[in-house]
């Protein structure tokens, strides 16, 4: 005898083929007719005696909808069954590849793992390779349980995906009967030991932990590995002449010295595995076979020390080429003194330091590129970096040229003769420089100049840049090229400064001022940057030149001789300003002058709007005079300024 929710549910199953919602409310409108029924005293089986069968129901609701309905809906189920098979076979095959890759390198680590307990054999020490291989056992373990557990996840979605396939190959909905299987499981069933694999895991990964803290304590392989510390144990003297050094593609430890005491080039190499230095010499070029440092395991716990390279030169070497590629390596060059000297390096993950060094020339073109350079004398420095840092202290450059993306440079107490820098989305702050000729040009960056000492300055402020600038003294010209950008000055000591370009904010403040030093610890650094600035053998600024459209120019407080502005459709903001004459010419442009005092000030304007106020006794004092010509221009002029 059925009950009421075995009738319910194949009378659902026969109404399969109606919408939802039309298959739920037939269903429901039996429900509370058995439910009224037995309220009032039937049993159930009475009332489903009066009752006509599921399949009679389906057929009387099938017909009320219309002679082909049954098949139309059958047919739009049926389209719907063949379109989710599709959708997920196609699910199907990405899971199995991506089970696939996993397993791959999970089976491929583990082989590596066995690898290294090979290796271990020839540290000749019990300790460290007893700890390496146990450690080793463990990791093994924790993957190989990884993997059967990642194989029961895959496996479970494959199978509720690929039942919806069987289905519609069947035409029909069916119970598989390997649906049901787990690998855990049936390793677990056939041991005959419940939760096995997960307490396997667990000892495991409590066995991982423990020697991994052992081997590390003990400075053994895992140390070592972890820290790159390795030392040199084969020495290689060339005996032949050489003039260049090229190491290709490699991730050592290069260190570059010099040594009185020999006369022949000398290498130093060391390795975890003690491989072999190779290396050939054609026509003076000696060029290494960087030997592969070997990752053994997925997390990079266990990947070889980085080898060691110590290259040095004898006093006044031959050699004047050294070229290295670099992927992920480290160079330092401490204490050369080796004027013709070149150093090339290039690749990806490069790590550089330069320290007491003379040298002719560093090039270096890479990506993710950490430079650091101090107290270095180099004819010619050619620097293109993709992301990475350049920092160069107290550096002495003849030509400088550095090409930046996205990376951040940092010069401080440097001096040049030339310096040509491209900064494209990235950040520099340079610091304290004296230099003869310094092209600059920011492209989207964020740009910070402190005391800048140049003879010529050649600016360039492009594409939403942020250049700050705070106390600059160029001797000859000061050209500032701009489009999209904002530029602020503050305080500034030139001969001339040429402002061209579009659409920029500039704001200029303290133009041929002193800086204030009251306050100021005579013995603090800021006193000596101050005083320097305040020497009166800087030029005090001379003449501002501006020629711009779609911009903003604010002068607050500032000494000029002259200024000549043309402007269209740029604002002008001027206040507290002592000049000795001005001309300005502008087009739909807004113009407020507050406290100007000189001799001359000749305004013509078109369009937009003037405001000129002298409010000061020193403006009121200087006795300044306004020539005005404005056409159809709305003017706010104080009538005591004298007209000429």
Do not use: W
């Not at 491989?275 to 050939?280: A, I, L, M, R, T």
């Amino acid at each position: 005898m059925r009950t009421v929710e075995q009738f319910l549910g194949e009378l659902e199953e026969e109404l399969q083929y109606l919408n939802g919602k039309e298959r739920l409310e037939v269903v429901k409108h039996y429900r509370d007719k058995i439910n009224i029924a037995m309220d009032y005293g039937d049993s159930a089986q009475k009332v489903l005696a009066t009752l006509p069968t599921p399949q009679k129901i389906a057929e009387e609701v099938y017909a009320s909808k219309g002679i082909n309905y049954l098949e139309k809906r059958k047919k739009a189920k049926r389209r719907n069954q063949i379109f989710f098979a599709i959708l997920n076979s196609i699910i199907i095959l990405i899971l199995l590849g991506g089970f696939i890759t996993i397993g791959y390198f999970d089976i491929y680590y583990v082989i590596r793992l066995f690898v290294l307990i090979v290796k271990s054999f020839s540290f000749f020490n019990f300790i460290d390779t007893s700890l390496l291989i146990l450690f080793n056992l463990s990791y093994i373990g924790i993957l190989l349980i990884g993997l059967i557990y990642v194989f029961d996840l895959f496996y479970i979605m494959i199978m509720h995906l690929l039942e919806t396939v069987l289905d519609a190959i069947f035409k029909e909905i069916k119970e598989y009967p390997f649906m049901d299987f787990t690998l855990s499981g049936t390793i677990e069933h056939l041991l005959k030991k419940k939760r096995l694999v997960l307490k396997v895991l667990i000892g495991c990964g409590i066995a991982f932990v423990v020697f991994g803290i052992s081997g590390y304590a003990t400075k053994g392989y895992i140390y070592r590995s972890m820290n790159n510390t390795i030392e040199t144990r084969q020495t290689i003297t060339i005996d032949e002449d050489i003039n260049t050094v090229k190491i290709p593609e490699n991730s050592m430890f290069i260190k570059i010295t010099t040594s009185k005491d020999i006369d022949k080039v000398t290498f130093k190499y060391g390795s975890e595995f003690e491989d072999d230095f190779k290396y050939n010499i054609v026509d003076g070029s000696l060029t290494i076979t960087p030997n592969k440092t070997q990752k053994f395991d997925i997390l990079g716990f266990l990947s070889e020390p980085r080898q060691i390279l110590e290259i040095i030169l004898p006093v006044n070497t031959n050699v004047e080429n050294i070229n290295l590629t670099y992927s992920d390596g480290v160079l330092d060059i401490a204490n050369v003194n080796e004027p013709n000297l070149n150093i090339n390096i290039s690749g990806i993950n490069i790590t550089a330091a330069f320290t007491n060094t003379t040298l002719n020339s560093l090039v270096a073109n890479g990506t993710q590129m950490n430079l650091a350079l101090e107290n270095n004398k180099i004819n010619t420095v050619d620097v293109i970096m993709k992301s990475g840092k350049y920092c160069g202290v107290s550096d002495n450059y003849q030509n400088i040229k550095i090409v930046n993306n996205l990376g951040t440079i940092i010069l401080q107490k440097a001096t040049f003769s030339v310096a040509n820098i491209e900064n494209t989305s990235g950040k520099a702050a340079i610091d304290r420089i004296d230099a003869t000729t310094f092209n600059y040009q920011a492209i989207r960056s964020e740009d910070y100049f402190l005391d800048t000492y140049v003879n010529d300055f050649n600016l360039s402020v492009l594409y939403n840049s942020n250049v700050q600038i705070n106390r600059v003294v160029v001797k000859n010209e000061f050209k500032i090229e701009e489009d999209g950008a904002y530029l602020k000055i503050d305080y500034a000591k030139c001969k001339t400064i040429i402002i061209t370009g579009s659409s920029t904010t500039n704001n200029l403040y303290h133009l041929g001022e002193d800086v204030s030093l009251s306050g100021i610890e005579t013995d603090s650094e800021d006193y000596e940057s101050y005083t320097k600035y305040n020497d009166s053998a800087y030029n005090k600024l001379a003449i501002v030149k501006a020629e711009t459209k779609d911009g903003r120019i604010s002068m607050l407080s500032g000494s000029v001789y002259s200024i000549d502005f043309k402007l269209n459709k740029t604002s002008l903001e001027m206040a507290t300003i002592s000049l000795n004459d001005a001309y300005v010419s502008t087009s739909d442009s807004k113009i407020n002058l507050t406290d100007i005092s000189g001799k001359t000030f000749d305004l013509k304007t078109k369009g937009g709007s003037v405001v000129f106020y002298n409010d000061s006794e020193v403006s009121k004092a200087s006795g300044l005079v306004l020539t005005f010509d404005g056409s159809q221009t709305m003017q706010d002029i104080d009538e005591n300024i004298k007209r000429g």
